[in-house]
């Protein structure tokens, strides 16, 4: 089966930084993928991490750990606009699947 | 401008009655996804197609119906056998391969009432 975890709630204060955990457990992986998802709208594609380590983009990273089963996000000099929530979606073996967790809802406060 | 159309944007339909929910694509991608998401659950994908005339169940495929006639176009049926059909209704579309992330539509809520 499929097990992907990540907090339900977070709230961080505009210009800081947060770290969105997510834990994983699938019957294979092919690579771990962030989403950001403002209320009502689509998912809109955030990173993706196949191999181990960080990957930086702009003032959002993505780190992975395989032998963990571990991904967090990065959120670096948070906007009031990064308000949203953040999928964790994993892709499994065979076909295209993408397994997603329940995502995390950050509040950005003033 | 390239992209992935859902409509309508919002849907309401009376218990028993069939209803499709259209999903257009002009990306040129060949794999294309229907996910359903609920309240505190995360996405939970319905069929998935990879090519023309070709479709697979996903995770919760009893009471939807799909088609893929064309490359561009993914229609999902939301038949009266399925039992809670009120939810927010996403349209994926991706490239084949493991490193392609999947571009999404703006969504359609459906409300069964």
């Given at each position: ?42 998912p ?18 993505s ?33 295209n ?8 809802r950050?509040t950005?406060?003033? | ?5 859902q409509s ?22 060949d ?32 009471g ?19 039992k ?6 996403l ?23």
């Amino acid at each position: 089966g499929q097990n992907i975890d990540q907090p339900t709630e977070m709230t961080a204060t505009e210009g800081a930084i947060v770290q969105i955990n997510c834990t994983y457990q699938t019957s294979g992986f092919n690579g771990l993928f962030w989403y950001q998802q403002h209320a009502g709208e689509a998912p809109t594609f955030l990173s993706y991490n196949v191999l181990d380590g960080l990957e930086e983009k702009g003032r959002f990273s993505s780190f992975l750990s395989r032998s963990k089963g571990y991904s967090y996000l990065l959120l670096k000099e948070l906007q009031m606009k990064d308000s949203a929530s953040y999928l964790c979606a994993v892709k499994g073996t065979g076909a295209n699947n993408l397994f997603f967790g329940t995502g995390t809802r950050l509040t950005v406060i003033p | 401008d390239g992209g992935i159309t859902q409509s309508p944007k919002y849907l309401f339909r009376k218990e028993g009655q069939n209803v499709t929910l259209s999903c257009e694509q002009n990306l040129n991608h060949d794999a294309m996804y229907w996910y359903r998401q609920d309240p505190g659950q995360g996405l939970r994908l319905i069929y998935y197609s990879q090519i023309v005339n070709d479709f697979q169940k996903g995770d919760i495929a009893e009471g939807y119906s799909v088609s893929r006639e064309k490359k561009e176009s993914f229609p999902l049926t939301v038949t009266s056998a399925q039992k809670n059909p009120t939810a927010f209704y996403l349209c994926a579309s991706s490239i084949l391969g493991n490193t392609y992330e999947q571009y999404f539509g703006p969504g359609t809520r459906l409300t069964v009432t």
